[in-house]
């Protein structure tokens, strides 16, 4: 079994901001007892930054501006793959850090040079330590939190375990801070819009942090085939009973039974959009019920500036998405191609503006 197991910062650093290496231990620990037992684990690690601040501003006087956190999280990144790193040698095991950023993922040629490289680590017997490359990320196209880092790496990898461990016990049916009657949702077969407010809003995929941040992961993963926990980091062997699903871990995604192929579950969640589509009533259903491509005629409006060839997200009137797809129109040139029928479009541009083959629906 391929395992990728996230763990977030406030289960890896301790009250001062330092790595806490009691915890690395303990979680090294279950991964070691994994590979024993013939799985394959990766790990997503945040932490970096709150590690440079612990290492540089002890007393938390530091300035808040993008450049001082990514400089911060240099000087982190070593300090916590160094815990990382002696924690896994004293159970035998070998780490290797990965840093990944969205360009990564954005471009195909990169996105299958990245699984080729973590392949090869896993084929040498490395445990892939893991974080997104915040010392040289862009604000406008990070990831925004290793949630999604985390489930885009099982994409990547068509993972059968994605473990989200967090300081709470998984996804409850309330906040506890407002009722004490909140109980352990302990499986979950849909994630639909109920469920997204339980936990705390619209589970975007841009979100950042939290447990909307996680639900938007776990949705992410089950499309990609992958069973989902969110469950505690101080619950002892929680990897192994993630594995074996063992009740009350935590709250366990179910995978979507007809999983996409490795195209589309990269049109899905690996590329960032770049504007939105809006289309009538009857565009919706030809795409939704029909499986039929985007054409002209469907379209009432365009947001964004995107060119052609990149994603975008298609919505209804009421701007609800319901797809995504790779479009064979730019923004720029709106005015010659919205609603119009095929007949009536310029000779240089395409039929469709997306092509059932580039399109998704969510």
Request: contains cysteine; charged residues 25%.
């Amino acid at each position: 079994m391929i395992v990728i197991a996230k763990i977030g910062t406030s289960s890896v650093t301790a009250s001062n901001g330092a790595v806490d290496i009691a915890a690395v231990g303990k979680l090294c620990a279950e991964v070691a007892g994994l590979c024993r037992d013939g799985h394959t684990v990766v790990v997503v690690t945040s932490g970096a930054v709150t590690a440079g601040v612990a290492a540089i501003a002890p007393l938390g006087e530091h300035r808040n501006d993008p450049m001082t956190l990514q400089a911060l999280s240099a000087i982190g990144q070593p300090r916590l793959m160094r815990v990382y790193e002696d924690a896994l040698r004293s159970e035998g095991l070998l780490a290797g850090q990965v840093l990944l950023a969205p360009l990564d993922f954005a471009h195909r040629q990169r996105y299958l040079h990245a699984r080729d490289t973590f392949t090869r680590l896993l084929e040498l017997g490395v445990v892939p330590i893991v974080n997104e490359n915040d010392a040289i990320a862009d604000d406008e196209i990070r990831f925004g939190d290793n949630d999604r880092l985390a489930a885009l790496v099982a994409h990547l990898l068509r993972a059968d375990l994605l473990v989200l461990l967090t300081d709470t016990a998984g996804l409850l049916s309330a906040d506890p801070r407002h009722d004490a009657e909140a109980t352990l949702i302990e499986e979950v077969t849909e994630i639909d819009h109920e469920l997204e407010q339980v936990a705390g809003g619209a589970a975007s995929l841009m979100s950042r942090g939290g447990m909307s941040s996680k639900l938007a992961a776990a949705k992410m993963a089950v499309w990609s085939g992958s069973r989902v926990v969110i469950a505690s980091a101080r619950r002892p062997d929680v990897l192994a009973e993630a594995v074996t699903g063992q009740p009350g871990v935590g709250t366990i995604f179910l995978p979507q039974r007809r999983a996409l192929g490795a195209r589309k579950l990269w049109i899905a969640f690996a590329l960032r959009p770049a504007g939105r589509i809006v289309v009538d009533e009857g565009a919706r259903r030809a795409v939704v019920e029909r499986g039929k491509s985007l054409l002209p005629a469907g379209v009432l409006a365009v947001e964004g500036s995107f060119e052609a060839d990149d994603a975008v997200e298609i919505v209804s009137a009421d701007r609800v998405i319901f797809a995504k797809g790779i479009t064979r129109l730019g923004a720029a040139r709106a005015a010659e191609w919205v609603g119009l029928h095929t007949g009536e479009l310029a000779d240089d541009l395409p039929h469709e503006v997306v092509h059932r083959d580039d399109l998704v629906v969510l």
